[in-house]
């Protein structure tokens, strides 16, 4: 099964800048897959905030990032990032990477999940 794993999360000062990365497992190819990323901080919900289609590189921002974080992918590196920039304290969460076939939110479920990144916007 395809497995997900995100990294580059840390601990940052407001205003600073992290870049995510999400690769997949050995033998998977990310070319045909959408490639999303959700955060969720404890006691809150979980909240959609990119997303980038397979095929047509459409992206999708929530409305509390966009301007700040920017998606893409490198087909040669199968690798989707979220560069993030002009982080806030309330952007502090587990950052996760999942897939849709070919779009963006395409299905009702995600297929795969990764485990997660901390990001800590603190001074």
């Known amino acids: 099964q395809l497995q997900l794993v995100e990294s580059g999360g840390g601990l940052v000062q407001p205003g600073g800048s992290l870049r995510l990365s999400c690769t997949a497992s050995?033998?998977?190819?990310?070319?045909?897959?959408?490639i999303a990323w959700f955060r969720q901080a404890p006691g809150k919900e979980r909240e959609a905030i990119s997303c980038?289609?397979?095929?047509?590189?459409?992206?999708y921002y929530s409305g509390s990032v966009k301007g700040r974080f920017t998606i893409s992918r490198d087909y040669v590196q199968n690798t989707a990032y979220l560069q993030m920039n002009s982080l806030k304290p309330e952007d502090t969460a587990t950052y996760y990477c999942?897939?849709?076939?070919?779009?963006?939110?395409?299905?009702?479920?995600?297929?795969?999940w990764g485990h997660g990144t901390q990001v800590t916007v603190s001074s």
């Open positions: 999942a897939t849709y076939p070919i779009y963006c939110y395409s299905t009702d479920q995600v297929q795969y």
């Open positions: 050995a033998g998977y190819i990310l070319d045909y897959l959408a």
């Open positions: 980038i289609n397979a095929t047509d590189s459409g992206t």
